[in-house]
C-alpha cells in the first residue's frame, strides 16, 4: 500500500494520510478527472493565475486515515470487471485495431448504459414558475437600436416560453448523453 494518500498538484510532495490538504473553490478543479489536491495555500495560489479563477478560494480539507483509504480502494477493486484487460483487440475495415477498453481506464469513465442512467427528473410544469427569462431592459435597447421600434410586454411572456422549450430540448440531449450539465452543444 501508498505511503502516502495523494500528491500535491503543485510541488509533487506528499499529502499524508490524515493530514490537511487544499482543494480550490471552483468546481472544475475538483471533477474527477481533475481532482486537484494542494499541500499549502502556496500551493494553490500558483495554479490561480494559470486557470485564470476570477473569484476562487483555497478550502481546507482532511486527507482520509490509511484505513478509510485501503477499504475505499478495496471497494473500487472489487467493482471492476475482472477480465477486462485480457480481452483482444478487435480490427476494424481497413486493417486499422481498435482498442477495447483496459482496467487502467476507470470505470467511472466509461458512459453509463441505456439501463443504468438515473431516469430523468422533470417536475411538473405548472409548478415551475413562469418568471420572465430575459433581460427586459437589454431586450427592448436591442430592439429599439436595431429597428427604432418599440417592444410590447406581451413580448417577454412568448419569448420566456420559446426559451424554455429550447432549454427543455437541451436538458434531454445532455441526459441522452449521460451527462448532468447541460452544454453549448446542446442547444440547436
Not at 479563477?53 to 478495496?74: K, V
Amino acid at each position: 500500500m501508498a505511503t502516502f494518500w495523494k500528491a500535491c498538484n503543485t510541488c509533487k510532495s506528499e499529502i499524508g494520510f490524515a493530514r490537511d490538504y487544499y482543494v480550490c473553490s471552483v468546481s472544475t478543479c475538483r471533477r474527477k478527472g481533475t481532482d486537484f489536491t494542494f499541500c499549502s495555500v502556496e500551493c494553490w495560489e500558483a495554479h490561480v493565475p494559470l486557470f485564470r479563477h476570477r473569484d476562487a478560494g483555497a478550502e481546507e480539507r482532511r486527507a482520509p486515515a490509511r484505513s478509510d483509504a485501503e477499504r475505499a480502494s478495496a471497494s473500487v477493486e472489487s467493482r471492476t470487471s475482472p477480465g477486462a484487460a485480457a480481452t483482444p483487440t478487435e480490427s476494424r475495415p481497413g486493417g486499422l485495431a481498435a482498442a477495447t477498453p483496459t482496467e487502467s481506464r476507470p470505470a467511472a469513465a466509461a458512459a453509463p448504459a441505456e439501463e443504468e442512467r438515473p431516469p430523468l427528473i422533470l417536475e411538473d410544469r405548472a409548478a415551475i414558475p413562469e418568471d420572465i427569462l430575459v433581460v427586459v431592459s437589454k431586450l427592448k435597447s436591442y430592439i429599439r437600436a436595431r429597428s427604432g421600434m418599440k417592444t410590447s410586454d406581451g413580448v417577454l411572456p412568448r419569448l420566456s416560453a420559446m426559451l424554455r422549450d429550447v432549454c427543455d430540448e437541451a436538458i434531454e440531449r445532455a441526459h441522452a448523453d449521460g451527462r448532468k450539465t447541460v452544454m453549448d452543444r446542446d442547444f440547436p
